[in-house]
């Protein structure tokens, strides 16, 4: 079965050269410079990054809980479960918060 004569394979993806996947539109490199400046756009990335880590925030808050009834019932795997799961919560939040360009911004 023939493709209908208003398909078309997007030239970007037709083959898989990495050159020209960068030139696909929508992405940081076509945004407007003198609409979006390179200031405003570190200043929203650094909120988003700061509401990544308050989420992670949440999530150690309901992994500590986990752990305090673990910890109660008596079940060391399942405590030994939740200190890794906090552990990798923990290591992702400090990644984030090393990316948040605190020049310029309070």
Known sequence: MAAPKTARVAPARADSDPQKIEQLPGRLDTINKQKFPRGQL???ANWLR?????????????????????????????????????????????????????????
């Open 42 to 44: 570190n200043y929203e």
């Open 50 to 106: 700061r509401d990544f880590i308050g989420e992670r925030a949440s999530i150690l808050e309901s992994l500590a809980v986990s752990l305090r009834e673990a910890c109660f019932r008596g079940s060391d795997i399942e405590a030994g479960v939740h200190l890794r799961q906090i552990r990798a919560v923990v290591v992702s939040a400090i990644s984030e918060f090393k990316e948040i360009d605190t020049e310029g911004t309070q």
